[in-house]
């Protein structure tokens, strides 16, 4: 479900088709969103044909081929962004329910589909808490100290984007300890473990490792070009991580592991799984955001589709 930040309607007057290497894609305009700013939403529709046969378990739940749908994924992703420069406009990309169908080209493929238990499902959901910060002597003078760090968190929180976001981040983290981002795992894992809320070494290489795709596009750190999609579900951690390297990092522009206690965690996720630590008598701020299938793009609560087309095959299960 593509998302124009524009109350128009887009300017193509009709659906569309193309094709595009192995993928096809189509245009459904569906008119306004539900929500309070009224974007205009175009759904697109990517089909591509499986190589073989998909694995279905012992349970007879099907696993939808990943080879394929990241390359439809792709080019979703690369129609929008057409989309979105000849309507200069903003755009966001979400899921519908079903985010998925099957086209079964014969009546065998349909009884195939038929006997299954259905789509294995994987929905997940992206916690992110928050509390007030007191604006006290304490505060400004950390940030005072840290003028340059604190640029680079207001960039990241100007900003609706999660690649623009992740960027920011990535730039703290490494102006914090004025190190490489080669160089910037072990302290940065060090640092945030004496936070105590779960930061794992494992979990700090992921974010690492999209750096390179994100920063640059000269094919020379990497071939990889990073999208939004790839960092979306990593943001609420690495939001919190990067008030705690703000805010509790006792030598600023130092690898120094050392911590201060300038900004104590009131409320927090503890894990990738939303666990929570909240401190009795607060009134933190909860957001969650509710994942696809495959947890790549944001679910769209407002697009359940109910009666598929014909010819489109869906049902899904939970393993």
Same mark, same amino acid.
């Given at each position: 479900?593509?998302?124009?930040?524009?109350?128009?309607?887009?300017?193509?007057?009709?659906?569309?088709?193309?094709?595009?290497?192995?993928?096809?894609?189509?245009?459904?305009?569906?008119?306004?969103?539900?929500?309070?700013?009224?974007?205009?939403?175009?759904?697109?529709?990517?089909?591509?044909?499986?190589?073989?046969?998909?694995?279905?378990?012992?349970?007879?739940?099907?696993?939808?081929?990943?080879?394929?749908?990241?390359?439809?994924?792709?080019?979703?992703?690369?129609?929008?962004?057409?989309?979105?420069?000849?309507?200069?406009?903003?755009?966001?990309?979400?899921?519908?329910?079903?985010?998925?169908?099957?086209?079964?080209?014969?009546?065998?493929?349909?009884?195939?589909?038929?006997? #299954? %238990?259905?789509?294995?499902? =994987? /929905?997940? $959901?992206?916690?992110? &808490?928050? *509390?007030?910060?007191?604006?006290?002597?304490?505060?400004?003078?950390?940030?005072?100290?840290?003028?340059?760090?604190?640029?680079?968190?207001?960039?990241?929180?100007?900003?609706?984007?999660?690649?623009?976001?992740?960027?920011?981040?990535?730039?703290?983290?490494?102006?914090?300890?004025?190190? #490489? %981002?080669?160089?910037?795992? =072990? /302290?940065? $894992?060090?640092?945030? &473990?004496? *936070?105590?809320?779960?930061?794992?070494?494992?979990?700090?290489?992921?974010?690492?490792?999209?750096?390179?795709?994100?920063?640059?596009?000269?094919?020379?750190?990497?071939?990889?070009?990073?999208?939004?999609?790839?960092?979306?579900?990593?943001?609420?951690?690495?939001?919190?991580?990067?008030?705690?390297?703000?805010?509790?990092?006792?030598?600023?522009?130092?690898?120094?592991?050392?911590?201060?206690?300038?900004?104590?965690?009131?409320?927090?996720?503890?894990?990738?799984?939303?666990?929570?630590?909240?401190?009795?008598?607060?009134?933190?701020?909860?957001?969650?955001?509710?994942?696809?299938?495959?947890?790549?793009?944001?679910?769209?609560?407002?697009?359940?589709?109910?009666?598929?087309?014909?010819?489109?095959?869906?049902?899904?299960?939970?393993?």
């Amino acid at each position: 479900m593509l998302h124009l930040d524009k109350k128009d309607a887009p300017s193509f007057k009709k659906d569309w088709e193309i094709v595009l290497g192995e993928v096809t894609v189509k245009s459904i305009k569906i008119g306004k969103s539900q929500d309070a700013i009224k974007k205009s939403r175009v759904m697109l529709q990517a089909s591509i044909e499986i190589q073989g046969v998909p694995i279905k378990n012992k349970d007879g739940i099907i696993y939808a081929p990943d080879h394929e749908r990241k390359k439809a994924e792709h080019v979703i992703e690369m129609v929008s962004n057409f989309i979105s420069i000849i309507e200069k406009c903003k755009r966001s990309i979400s899921s519908p329910h079903p985010c998925l169908a099957f086209i079964p080209s014969n009546k065998e493929e349909l009884e195939w589909l038929d006997d #299954s %238990s259905g789509i294995y499902s =994987n /929905k997940s $959901s992206v916690s992110g &808490a928050y *509390s007030e910060i007191e604006f006290g002597e304490t505060i400004l003078s950390v940030l005072l100290d840290h003028t340059d760090g604190a640029a680079l968190m207001a960039e990241a929180l100007s900003s609706n984007h999660s690649g623009n976001k992740y960027r920011e981040f990535i730039r703290l983290f490494e102006c914090a300890f004025k190190l #490489s %981002s080669s160089q910037v795992e =072990n /302290k940065l $894992s060090q640092f945030l &473990a004496g *936070s105590k809320l779960g930061y794992t070494k494992e979990e700090i290489k992921v974010w690492l490792s999209y750096r390179h795709g994100a920063m640059h596009a000269d094919g020379k750190k990497t071939d990889e070009i990073v999208l939004e999609s790839d960092v979306k579900s990593y943001i609420p951690r690495m939001e919190q991580a990067a008030y705690d390297v703000l805010f509790n990092k006792k030598i600023w522009g130092n690898s120094s592991r050392e911590r201060a206690d300038n900004l104590p965690h009131i409320v927090a996720t503890l894990n990738e799984k939303n666990g929570l630590v909240i401190t009795k008598g607060s009134t933190p701020t909860f957001q969650v955001q509710m994942f696809d299938d495959f947890q790549v793009y944001p679910m769209d609560l407002n697009a359940v589709i109910n009666n598929l087309p014909d010819g489109l095959w869906s049902k899904w299960t939970a393993q």
